[in-house]
């Protein structure tokens, strides 16, 4: 069944030879040599505040410049969201991308009369994290205990409802071969056309 994927780069540098863009490239090419449909949204590419308020939150209308983003996380029934990992997180472009587009309305909803848990907007969503490091992935994973990413999982997607959220995970990239960049390169186009 053809799916409709939404791939967000969250890499802040525009520069088109970032590996996280040659992967998120290389998903979308499988996914829709598969036949899926996707959507991209480059964050390098847009121009937004950042939220500085719990009312301008709750309460504020979403920047001209993300609506088509947010229309589209509504859109999609798997989002990838591809980054590097910056202070051991996601960089604070995308954390600001996360916090005006998974707004109540979008992503979930306060319960009418004050108590009980927020409604999940987002639910039969699935999505895919993809994240670049400096470190071994599994020092990431096993030290760190991927932190970052939990956060993310755990407090945005999760909460929105999306899942599951799997991730993947490319280490050492810096010093990455040729032959190991397109080893990640082909597995990216992989997933992409498998949706996952």
Excluded at 57 to 67: N, Q, R, T, V, Y
Excluded at 71 to 100: C, D, N, R, S, Y
Excluded at 148 to 157: F, K, N, T
Excluded at 162 to 189: C, H, N, Y
Aim: positive net charge; glycine residues 10%; proline residues 7%.
């Amino acid at each position: 069944m053809p799916r409709r994927i939404l791939i967000v780069v969250g890499h802040p540098d525009p520069s088109p030879h970032r590996l996280c863009r040659s992967l998120a490239k290389a998903y979308a090419e499988g996914a829709e040599l598969a036949g899926h449909v996707v959507r991209r949204v480059d964050l390098a590419a847009l121009d937004f505040p950042m939220l500085r308020t719990v009312q301008e939150f709750e309460h504020g209308a979403i920047p001209e410049s993300l609506k088509d983003a947010a229309e589209a996380i509504v859109w999609a029934e798997h989002i990838v969201f591809v980054f590097p990992l910056w202070l051991g997180t996601v960089p604070a472009l995308l954390k600001a991308f996360l916090e005006q587009v998974m707004r109540p309305g979008t992503a979930f909803t306060y319960p009418d009369k004050g108590g009980g848990l927020p409604r999940k907007l987002l639910r039969g969503r699935s999505a895919r994290v993809v994240v670049t490091m400096g470190m071994p992935s599994v020092v990431y994973r096993l030290w760190f205990l991927g932190h970052g990413i939990a956060a993310m999982r755990r407090s945005i997607l999760y909460f929105a409802g999306i899942s599951p959220v799997r991730e993947t995970l490319f280490g050492m990239v810096a010093g990455a071969s040729d032959t190991t960049r397109t080893k990640w390169i082909k597995q990216m186009r992989k997933l992409g056309g498998l949706a996952l």
